[in-house]
DNA sequence: GTCCAGGTTC
DNA sequence: GAACCTGGAC
């Protein structure tokens, strides 16, 4: 759907400066909202920090962002401690064993992050240890999509990025009362913000966007009354800011069973083995386990034991 | 316990 | 469009 047609269907009865983000007053008083009210977070350059002249460090940046896909900023923040610690820039990531990254990640999941975070560190040392300072160039890097792409270049180099994550999609649509279904929604929305970045500090706004998300703009019972942004809010006005994001109902998972195999030697000793780099747990170590399918069969049992046994 | 959120890859 | 993991809400 064209951008238009969602901004006359979704904001109708508003003025349309508001609507169209393109006042700048959206940003002015998210950035004031932002200096007053952001997250102290072990990676973040604090806007006051920022004014001092202290310039982001890309590496911790990026770290930071591949470490946030699809993860909690609680579950995140240890884990950057210890990473930092033990390598504190990208020659020293790069000079890491692949194993030593893969036992300081086990815990936080979707391990093939770790993997992707390991050959991106090697491919940066390699070029001079500069990561590339545009949207496109850091999209070409193992483990950077869309999203991660958008977040390093507002952020660690100040560019007009458009940051779109879960949080900024649930707090445009609800800002826009987009009744489209996300999935479908996620070009308007990008354009949305792309109007709304300012020329000046659009990392800060990224990162204000996204802290709006977490501590007002929440999922469950927002604090519209908290709101910075509760003034140029479709959904406010409408009082139903909760039923947005739409989203379409989704499938059923499939449900997949298989054995796995514990083997205790007399002197206590466990067997275990290195999982295949690619796929489910790709790369981490386990006992010998079977295949997982969707029904019980002869590659799912006893059968399929690393060697034969009295199995139980 | 059950439901749900969430970027990148292939 | 499916696979990939964990943790938080209820």
């Known amino acids: 759907m064209a951008l238009h047609d969602q901004t006359r269907k979704t904001a109708s009865g508003d003025s349309g400066k508001a609507a169209s983000g393109e006042s700048g007053e959206i940003a002015s008083r998210l950035l004031a909202w932002y200096d007053a009210h952001h997250r102290d977070l072990p990676w973040r350059i604090a806007p006051r920090e920022l004014a001092r002249g202290i310039r982001p460090d890309p ?55 770790a993997r992707n975070l390991k050959a991106c560190a090697n491919l940066v040392a390699r070029q001079g240890g500069r990561f590339p300072d545009t949207q496109a160039g850091l999209r070409e890097l193992p483990g950077i999509g869309a999203y991660t792409a958008a977040a390093i270049a507002a952020i660690a180099f100040d560019q007009p990025a458009a940051v779109v994550d879960g949080n900024v999609e649930r707090v445009v649509s609800r800002l826009f009362s987009i009744v489209t279904p996300l999935s479908e929604a996620k070009g308007d929305i990008c354009t949305y913000v792309e109007r709304m970045v300012p020329a000046t500090r659009p990392g800060d706004f990224a990162q204000a966007m996204m802290d709006l998300g977490a501590m007002i703009c929440t999922p469950r019972r927002p604090r519209c009354g908290l709101c910075p942004l509760r003034e140029d809010c479709s959904a406010i006005i409408s009082g139903d800011a909760e039923r947005f994001p739409v989203r379409l109902p989704k499938g059923e998972k499939p449900l997949r069973r298989g054995a796995a195999f514990v083997a205790v030697r007399g002197d206590g000793a466990i067997l275990l083995r290195k999982r295949g780099d690619q796929g489910l747990l790709g790369g981490m170590t386990e006992v010998p386990t079977t295949g997982w399918t969707a029904r019980i069969d002869g590659g799912t049992t006893a059968a399929a034991a690393p060697f034969p046994g009295n199995w139980r």
């Open 59 to 113: 590496y911790r940046v990026w770290l930071s962002e591949v470490m946030l896909q699809q993860t909690t900023v609680e579950a995140v923040k240890s884990y950057f401690r210890a990473f930092v610690e033990k390598w504190p820039d990208i020659e020293a990531l790069a000079a890491s064993a692949t194993e030593d990254v893969m036992k300081a990640w086990a815990g936080l999941g979707y391990y093939s992050r």
